[in-house]
């Protein structure tokens, strides 16, 4: 059983940064690909960032490229989501993912979720 927990949300201005920060319980942290999906309102939830176990594959969503960058720290159990040049497009709950299998997380079926925690980029 893994559980995630996010923080870093909040109220920032078009242009702004933000880090997104996912805890994640459970010894075997490593052998999970970790991911951050976003869900708009009235829009379906879309992959953002996605990182393999040793953080050596990751994959972004078009419109994040260049701005949003998915870390993690295997010692430490996190996954981080640095999102510089914010733009109001961007607001959405933003959740950390989690599975075994890169793909499966990647195509939006991973096995653990969090909360989520509310991202509102403001014009």
């Known amino acids: 059983q893994v559980q995630l927990v996010e923080s870093g949300g909040g109220l920032v201005q078009t242009g702004a940064s933000l880090r997104l920060s996912c805890a994640a319980s459970?010894?075997?942290?490593?052998?999970?690909?970790m991911g951050w999906f976003r869900q708009a309102p009235g829009k379906e939830r879309e992959l953002a960032a996605a990182i393999s176990g040793y953080g050596g594959g990751t994959r972004y969503a078009d419109s994040v490229k260049g701005r949003f960058t998915i870390s993690r720290d295997n010692a430490k159990t996190m996954v981080y989501l640095q999102m510089n040049s914010l733009k109001p497009e961007d607001t959405a709950v933003y959740y950390c993912?989690?599975?075994?299998?890169?793909?499966?997380?990647?195509?939006?079926?991973?096995?653990?979720w969090g909360q989520g925690t509310q991202v509102t980029v403001s014009s």
């Open positions: 459970g010894r075997t942290f490593h052998s999970y690909a």
């Open positions: 993912a989690g599975d075994t299998s890169f793909v499966t997380l990647v195509a939006g079926t991973g096995q653990y």
